[in-house]
């Protein structure tokens, strides 16, 4: 039971880059998520998913863009990284139907140069 | 949606029960009380959650006060495995969940 994976687990990048980094699970889970997390601001929503299609944005949706043409697979793209942009991204997935748990992935640690 | 306020750090000796307090005062009928815990390095990981009755799963006690204005997690036999950032989040639903900077755990030997 592979549950929810995430890569690169470490990125460097130099700004101005596009980068894109991947969450993929295997639960069928109807809602995806990504968060960022920094020293001293705890973990912040992004952007989140209900379902294949649809998406809405988090606290902190400027400079990501996310897509979800799969239940499985929810990608975050930075479309020009900054050095503002370096954190520890996690996603997460609920499943939907009354069920009010997120489970997380091990998380990307994101560095822009 | 509700403010949290939790201790910054807690000790807890191996074996005891860890009692971790969460002051969310302004919390509205609606909302849900949830825990999560950090360990280093490591996703969150769900603990466990409650809207006004008291809960118990194999992880933990959730114990709400009548009036809803606080709670405490209670992890009944702590081990070393328990050292952690625990997180007390209010919201209404559960998708755009706030992490604020939680309670470092720390269980000693």
């Known amino acids: 039971d592979a549950g929810i994976t995430q890569s690169p687990r470490y990125k460097i990048t130099e700004t101005g880059r596009q980068v894109t980094l991947m969450c993929h699970q295997t639960?069928?889970?109807?809602?995806m998520f990504w968060y960022r997390q920094d020293l001293g601001h705890g973990l912040r929503l992004i952007y989140y998913?209900?379902?294949?299609?649809?998406?809405d944005k988090g606290e902190v949706p400027d400079g990501y863009v996310v897509s979800r043409s799969k239940t499985e697979n929810f990608p975050l793209t930075l479309e020009s990284a900054t050095r503002s942009q370096t954190s520890v991204y996690f996603c997460?997935?609920?499943?939907?139907?009354?069920?009010?748990?997120?489970?997380f992935g091990p998380g990307t640690r994101l560095t822009v140069t | 949606d509700a403010k949290t306020t939790q201790p910054t750090s807690m000790d807890c000796a191996e074996g005891r029960a860890a009692n971790l307090p969460c002051n969310h005062s302004t919390i509205s009928g609606n909302e849900y009380v949830y825990w999560y815990r950090q360990i280093h390095s490591q996703g969150p990981q769900y603990i466990i959650h409650?809207?006004?009755n008291n809960e118990t799963n194999e992880m933990a006690s959730l114990i709400i006060t009548e009036d809803r204005k606080s709670s405490t997690l209670i992890l009944p036999h702590a081990t070393l495995r328990d050292t952690a950032v625990y997180y007390c989040i209010v919201r209404t639903g559960a998708n755009n969940l706030f992490f604020g900077t939680g309670t470092r755990l720390t269980v000693i030997p």
């Open positions: 998913s209900a379902a294949a299609d649809i998406t």
């Open positions: 409650g809207l006004k």
């Open positions: 639960w069928s889970h109807s809602y």
């Open positions: 997460a997935s609920r499943k939907g139907q009354g069920r009010l748990e997120q489970y």
